[in-house]
C-alpha cells in the first residue's frame, strides 16, 4: 500500500464549540485540512487495500501509518485535550479512512442503532474525530443521541453476542423500527432520543464524547456507492485517554 504525504492542517480554521445537550458539547472546524484532496486521492489509489469488518461499521475501511499523521493527532491531544480536560501521554489513538456503503437492506441488527464507542477500561475516556471528505452534502452528517430504555439496550447487547436473531426478536419486542423493513436510523424511537445533528460540510472536522450515543444521519442511503470520489468517505480517529482527575 502506497503511503499519503503528511497529512496537514490549515493553520487558521474555523473552530467553535456546538452544543449537544444541556450537558454535552462537540467541536466543529471547518476547512479543516490544508489538503483534503490528497486524501481522496489516496483512497481512490489505494480502494483494493480497504476491508470490510466483521461488525461495526457499515461499510469499508483503512488503517493510516500514524507517521503520516503527527499534525493531526498534535491537534486533537493538545486542543481537544485542552477543551475535554484528558491527559495528552498515555493517550492511544487510532486513525484511519472510511466509507459508508452498506444499503439498508444489508444492514445487522445493531447497524441499525446508534451506538457508544466502548472505553476498554473503566478509568479511561473515549473519543472520537471525523472528518468528512465528501462534497454531496445529502450523504448526511453526524446524529446524536440519548438512550430512553438503557436496560433494554444493555440486555439486547448481551443478546447480540450470544444469538444475533435472540436480539434482534427482544428489539422488535421494544420498538416499532424492528418490526419494520431495515432502515439507517435518523429520527426519535421508542429506545432513543435525537438530540442534535451536525450537517456534514466537506473539509469539516468534528470531535465528541464516543460515549454519547452517535450514528451517521444518513436519510438519502440511494446515495451510498463504492466510488471513493462520489461516496462517504470520512477520516476518522479514536482516541482512548485518562481524564485529568486521574493526575
Not at 442503532?113 to 477500561?121: A, F, Q, T, V
Request: hydrophobic fraction near 40%.
Amino acid at each position: 500500500m502506497a503511503a499519503p504525504g503528511i497529512i496537514r492542517l490549515n493553520p487558521d480554521p474555523d473552530m467553535r464549540q456546538h452544543r449537544i445537550s444541556d450537558d454535552a458539547f462537540c467541536v466543529i472546524v471547518d476547512d479543516f485540512l490544508s489538503d483534503p484532496q490528497a486524501l481522496i486521492d489516496f483512497a481512490v489509489e489505494n480502494a483494493h487495500d480497504f476491508f470490510t469488518p466483521e461488525r461495526g461499521y457499515p461499510g469499508l475501511m483503512l488503517n493510516l501509518d500514524p507517521s503520516v499523521l503527527q499534525d493531526f493527532h498534535r491537534f486533537v491531544l493538545r486542543r481537544m485535550g485542552s477543551l475535554y480536560s484528558f491527559l495528552r501521554n498515555r493517550a492511544t489513538l487510532g486513525t484511519g479512512l472510511s466509507m459508508t456503503t452498506l444499503r439498508p437492506q444489508q444492514l445487522s441488527t445493531f447497524q441499525r442503532l446508534c451506538h457508544i464507542d466502548p472505553r476498554g477500561e473503566m478509568d479511561r475516556q473515549q473519543y472520537a474525530a471525523l472528518v468528512y471528505l465528501y462534497t454531496n452534502e445529502d450523504l448526511g452528517g453526524t446524529a446524536f443521541y440519548r438512550w430512553k430504555q438503557p436496560d433494554v439496550m444493555k440486555r439486547a447487547l448481551e443478546l447480540e453476542y450470544e444469538d444475533p436473531d435472540a436480539a434482534a426478536k427482544f428489539l422488535a419486542e421494544h420498538s416499532a423500527v424492528f418490526r419494520e423493513p431495515p432502515r439507517y436510523i435518523t429520527e426519535s424511537n421508542e429506545l432513543v432520543e435525537l438530540l442534535e445533528v451536525v450537517p456534514a460540510r466537506f473539509n469539516r472536522f468534528v470531535f465528541y464524547s464516543g460515549e454519547i450515543p452517535h450514528s451517521g444521519h444518513i436519510t438519502t442511503p440511494e446515495l451510498l456507492n463504492e466510488d471513493f470520489r462520489r461516496g462517504r468517505l470520512t477520516l476518522n480517529c479514536f482516541a482512548n485517554v485518562l481524564p485529568r482527575w486521574r493526575e
